[in-house]
């Protein structure tokens, strides 16, 4: 990749623009870009044009524009940023396996975060209290329930949280997999964990 006098090297720190024995290093992007070399008192400067931005000018005085050149992506870092923009998916996908929550004697109780924060709420109420039975309690699905157990607000809470453990550990084994390449794809993943999500 060469123009007169301007050439793109490889070093053992990455690439590099060298110009007549000098070299500046060049950033390893996930896209290409226009690379603009000028000459300046202080050396060999660089300018990085990534798509859609302006194009940069050297900032000091009595710098000459020796040129521009293309500067292909880097192959390693698009792979990064494909697998990394992989990973930022699955949060996403445990979030909504999670508030899916777990179902007590036929009653569902969401997992999401402000339904745990309110099930903590309520068990800090019921210890304070010393009570057995919430007189009204609402469900996740909106139905309204009378003289409703403590203990399976408690062992809904509990599943909930060991169900949430489980599925941050799913989460950290598909990321795992998503980066070492045996995970291509995260469309239609199993958020299955083993735990029973019903009693």
């Known amino acids: 990749m060469t123009m007169p006098d301007l050439t793109i090297i490889e070093t053992e720190l990455g ?13 390893a992007l996930p896209v290409d870009a226009a690379v603009h070399a000028y000459s300046t008192a202080d050396g060999l400067w660089v300018g990085i044009q990534r798509p859609g931005e ?6 000091g005085s009595g ?3 020796l040129g521009t050149i293309e500067l292909e992506a ?17 949060e996403p996908q445990r979030k909504a396996a999670e508030a ?4 007590i004697n036929g009653i569902r109780y969401a997992g999401d975060p402000s339904n745990r924060q309110a099930l903590g709420e309520a068990l800090e109420y019921a210890s304070v209290s010393d009570v057995t039975v919430f007189s009204g309690w609402k ?3 909106g139905k ?9 607000v408690r062992n809904a809470y509990e599943a909930i949280g ?10 950290g084994t598909y990321a795992s997999e998503i980066m070492s390449g045996t995970l291509v794809h995260v469309d239609g993943l199993s958020w299955e964990v083993g735990i029973e999500t019903s009693a």
Do not use: C, M, W
């Open 100 to 103: 899916e929550g777990v179902i």
């Open 162 to 171: 060991t169900r949430r453990s489980a599925l941050i550990a799913l989460e």
């Open 74 to 90: 880097d192959a390693g870092t698009v792979e990064l940023k494909r697998k990394t923009d992989l990973v930022a998916k699955l």
């Open 63 to 65: 710098g000459v524009k």
């Open 54 to 59: 302006p194009r940069p000018v050297y900032p």
């Open 144 to 152: 309204f329930h009378l003289n409703h157990p403590v203990a399976d």
């Open 15 to 27: 690439r590099a623009l060298e110009h007549d024995g000098q070299q500046a290093p060049l950033p």
């Open 139 to 141: 469900d996740s699905d």
